[in-house]
């Protein structure tokens, strides 16, 4: 095994088991707020990385467009 794959099996290995933490602690903070209150936050949230990935959004259309061509309007995709 090269050294490229050694560190990328380690890094999955460090990287993983973080993001899993991190995640456990976001929902127990999460449990803390009123239901609506974190609904509303999620709300914002969402808008907010929709705004932030535009670029991406539009390779996904152009990519889309390129696949079915004709056979789906702008609209359907």
Known sequence: ?????RWKKIRRGIKYPILVFL???FIKV???FPRKTVLKACAALGRTAFSLVRKERQKT??????????QKSKEEI
């Open 1 to 5: 095994m090269n050294w490229k794959k």
């Open 23 to 25: 995640i456990k602690i």
């Open 30 to 32: 999460i449990r803390l």
């Open 61 to 70: 259309i152009d990519n889309l467009s390129h696949i079915y061509g004709r």
